[in-house]
């Protein structure tokens, strides 16, 4: 039902940073909780970070003390800043939204199309 729309995916050298936004259509946004996943080329996709309805977050260990998500309700959208990327951070990068706190992929019903992000040397 919900509409998930990601951006500000491109590409960035080593050390540097990209803010990513995801827009979400749904009247009931404040209800859901939030994540982003990526995905780098012939890897599953992977769990980055999660925010709840109550600004509550979890991220995953590759990405503590670099990426942080947050999320502006009157503007349906949440945001992942990533700082000091490397070249393992390149992947596409996936917005989603539950009605459950969660960290699997399973956990997610709605999906955005992904943005990719590319990290150089």
């Known amino acids: 039902q919900a509409q998930v729309q990601e951006s500000g995916g491109g590409l960035v050298q080593a050390g540097g940073s990209l803010r990513l936004s995801c827009a979400a259509s749904?009247?009931?946004?404040?209800?859901?909780?939030m994540a982003w996943f990526r995905q780098a080329p012939g890897k599953e996709r992977e769990f980055v970070a999660v925010i709840s309805r109550s600004n509550r977050t979890t991220y995953a260990d590759s990405v503590k003390g670099r990426f942080t998500i947050s999320r502006d309700n009157g503007k349906n959208t949440v945001y992942l800043q990533m700082n000091s990327l490397s070249l393992e951070d390149t992947a596409d990068y996936y917005c989603?939204?539950?009605?459950?706190?969660?960290?699997?992929?399973?956990?997610?019903?709605?999906w955005g199309q992904g943005t990719q992000v590319t990290v150089s040397s």
């Open positions: 989603a939204a539950s009605y459950l706190w969660g960290t699997r992929s399973s956990d997610y019903v709605y």
């Open positions: 749904g009247r009931y946004f404040n209800n859901y909780v």
